[in-house]
């Protein structure tokens, strides 16, 4: 029997939803493109853990605890869980953007 990622119809060819495509997760690869990126750290995020790339604690809302990690390393190099939520390896003013937009949401 063919997997159910292979054979579903209702997916076009290049286009796999997160769910369907095959992953290797134990390596960080989470939407399987080979390279462990940013990419990788939005599918983890906003697919598998179902919040926003400005939940940098990942308890699925964005408060003054995610603010609090930004603030604590504003202008310094940082990963997801220091603010930075576009993946450019500093936790800068794009964070604070994209952290303000999201800022009261809960997922
Ligand atoms: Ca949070
Ligand atoms: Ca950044």
Redesign the pocket.
């Known amino acids: 029997m063919v997997s159910a990622w292979r054979s579903s119809p209702a997916t076009p060819p290049g286009e796999g939803s997160a769910s369907s495509r095959p992953r290797t997760a134990g390596h960080g690869n989470f939407n399987g493109d080979g390279k462990v990126d940013i990419a990788d750290a939005r599918e983890m995020v906003e697919v598998i853990v179902g919040t926003s790339m400005a939940d940098t604690n990942l308890d699925k809302k964005v408060d003054i605890m995610d603010l609090g990690n930004l603030a604590n390393k504003c202008g310094l190099p ?1 990963t997801f869980s220091d ?10 003013i ?2 604070l953007g994209n952290l303000a937009n999201d800022y009261g949401k809960t997922y």
């Open positions: 940082g603010g930075d939520t576009e993946g450019n390896g500093r936790v800068d794009l964070d």
